[in-house]
């Protein structure tokens, strides 16, 4: 049953399609995220995460001022996130993690990486973050403490590498904090390189990035810092203009990764009109085509059985 994140149509449309927005939304913007008690929950600080998921995915979200509304849309459209993404992974459990700026914003607000949750259980600890909306205007935020925290993950019994999608506008800074590498026992400065390293031998990584100076030549130095500063392929920085579509090209980066492609389109054109399509589609364009020319040739893919189904799906485990 697809979903619909149109805010004036819900596809209510017989018992057998469509799916309310509305009712499952209750009103994120109200109860989910204005309700956090003002006080910060998660850090750094926190030990690293743990989880005994198979299918583990970390969405870091830039917070801080320049991304504007895309925040608080991203977390309207959440409860039907899970709801389709268990049709990729199932039994899937997400981290959500809000990403601001150690340097103007401070330290306990940097990074806060709520633990993995699953279905009902996501609505409580988005609830628990703390909406800053700051940032210090350098085109920079602190993902790299993204990188380095989440390069520590602990998740034995997943059989994909875990998944981590920064949802983002401006670029990381050159190194991690001294203070936040000492804090984890590393004597030296950690470049913002190294945390990226650390994370792709981690996990699959991925940016979908919001426009900063605008898409084209004004944006592309910005583009070209994370292809060097973060080793991101340029097939695995996902544009998007519409804050809407965020979540569409979440699901279109599971549905590649899954081999369901077809699944995927099929209902994002029974769900969206033609332009929202068409949007969708472009930025997942590169990362379709080169995911697939490498399951044709790669000797580390492994097909795997979904239980109770007869059905399969690739797994690509060489990122």
């Not at 409580?124 to 403490?145: D, N």
């Not at 004004?218 to 920085?237: C, F, H, L, S």
């Not at 279109?252 to 990764?257: A, E, K, Q, S």
Request: aromatic share 10%; hydrophobic share 35%; charged share 25%.
């Amino acid at each position: 049953m697809p979903y619909s994140w149109d805010d004036q149509h819900d596809f209510d449309a017989g018992v057998t399609k469509g799916y309310s927005y509305h009712d499952a939304r209750k009103s994120y913007d109200d109860v989910a995220v204005a309700k956090t008690s003002g006080r910060v929950i998660y850090t750094y600080k926190n030990d690293f995460l743990q989880t005994e998921a198979r299918y583990p995915i970390l969405i870091g979200i830039d917070t801080t001022g320049s991304m504007e509304q895309w925040p608080r849309i991203f977390f309207d459209k959440l409860p039907l996130l899970y709801k389709e993404a268990v049709k990729y992974f199932p039994d899937c459990a997400i981290s959500f993690q809000a990403i601001n700026d150690y340097h103007a914003d401070g330290a306990d607000v940097a990074l806060q990486p709520a633990p993995f949750g699953q279905g009902p259980q996501l609505d409580e600890l988005i609830g628990q973050l703390y909406p800053v909306g700051g940032g210090g205007g350098q085109a920079k935020e602190s993902y790299e403490m993204f990188a380095l925290y989440n390069a520590f993950l602990k998740a034995p019994k997943a059989i994909i590498k875990p998944i981590a999608i920064i949802l983002g506008d401006e670029a990381p800074w050159e190194e991690v904090p001294p203070d936040v590498s000492r804090f984890y026992k590393i004597p030296e400065s950690v470049p913002a390189e190294e945390a990226f390293r650390r994370l792709h031998q981690t996990c699959d990584v991925f940016l979908i990035r919001k426009p900063y100076y605008g898409f084209g030549e004004a944006d592309q130095p910005m583009i070209d810092i994370w292809k060097k500063t973060a080793q991101m392929p340029e097939e695995r920085i996902l544009n998007i203009n519409d804050p809407k579509r965020v979540v569409d090209v979440i699901l279109g980066v599971l549905g590649i990764l899954t081999g369901k492609t077809e699944l995927f389109e099929s209902e994002l054109v029974e769900r969206q009109n033609p332009d929202q399509v068409n949007e969708v589609l472009k930025s997942l364009h590169s990362l379709k085509v080169s995911y697939h020319q490498r399951t044709q040739v790669s000797q580390h893919s492994v097909t795997l059985t979904t239980k109770g189904t007869g059905k399969t799906r690739i797994l690509d485990q060489d990122s």
